[in-house]
T-cell receptor, first 116, second 112 residues
């Protein structure tokens, strides 16, 4: 079974540009999460989808970040316009509704975003 | 959310047992304890979860004393491939749809 995939693996853009990150969760997983780790900091929660609906977006830093999950499948996270402090690694995770272990989320490899 | 405290780093030789202790003094009654492992250039990976006493799976054991103010992740006979960052997370059980709160983690370095 394929795991959580993220694209691209790396992205280097200039300040003020737009970048869109994509996450494909494990098939059948209704829950999809975005996290990020900026340089030297802890991994922080950004938002949570249940299917196509935003369940919790309390971690989104500001309105330059827009997340969507079309049809409850893959998700995109757009940063527009990007700022220097947006540099970091963006992780996507998914989990199955009502599955076994509490809080067992399956993470993707992350997208490393560098804003110059 | 309960705050956790872990050692920043640990070193071990291959073949030894490694115990990583996490403090969570203000853990709530309905909080569970979960450990994740993260290798370089990968996302975190679930290792083990428990509420009280001892939990064991094919990868690790988790020891939780009666007062639940701390927990210890035990990795038996570590190998070089166990070099990673280990995160202790504490949070309430609300089904499988809860966001995770990561701390700084413990960086384990295993050498020959």
């Amino acid at each position: 079974e394929a795991g959580v995939t993220q694209f691209p693996s790396h992205s280097v853009i200039e300040k003020g540009q737009t970048v869109t990150l994509r996450c494909d969760p494990i098939s059948g997983h209704d829950n999809l999460y975005w996290y990020r780790r900026v340089m030297g900091k802890e991994i922080k929660f950004l938002l949570h989808f249940v299917k196509e609906s935003k369940q919790d977006e309390s971690g989104m830093p500001n309105n330059r970040f827009l997340a969507e999950r079309t049809g409850g499948t893959y998700s995109t996270l757009k940063v527009q316009p990007a700022e220097l402090e947006d540099s970091g690694v963006y992780f996507c995770a998914s989990s199955q509704w009502g599955s076994g272990s509490y809080n067992e989320q399956f993470f993707g490899p992350g997208t490393r975003l560098t804003v110059l | 959310l309960a705050k956790t405290t872990q050692p920043i780093s640990m070193d071990s030789y291959e073949g030894q047992e490694v115990n990583i202790t996490c403090s969570h003094n203000n853990i709530a009654t309905n909080d569970y304890i979960t450990w994740y492992q993260q290798f370089p250039s990968q996302g975190p990976r679930f290792i083990i979860q428990g509420y009280k006493t001892k939990v064991t799976n094919e990868v690790a054991s988790l020891f939780i004393p009666a007062d639940r103010k701390s927990s210890t992740l035990s990795l038996p006979r570590v190998s070089l491939s166990d070099t990673a960052v280990y995160y202790c997370l504490v949070g309430a059980y609300t089904g499988t749809a809860s966001k995770l709160t990561f701390g700084t983690g413990t960086r384990l370095q295993v050498t020959l």
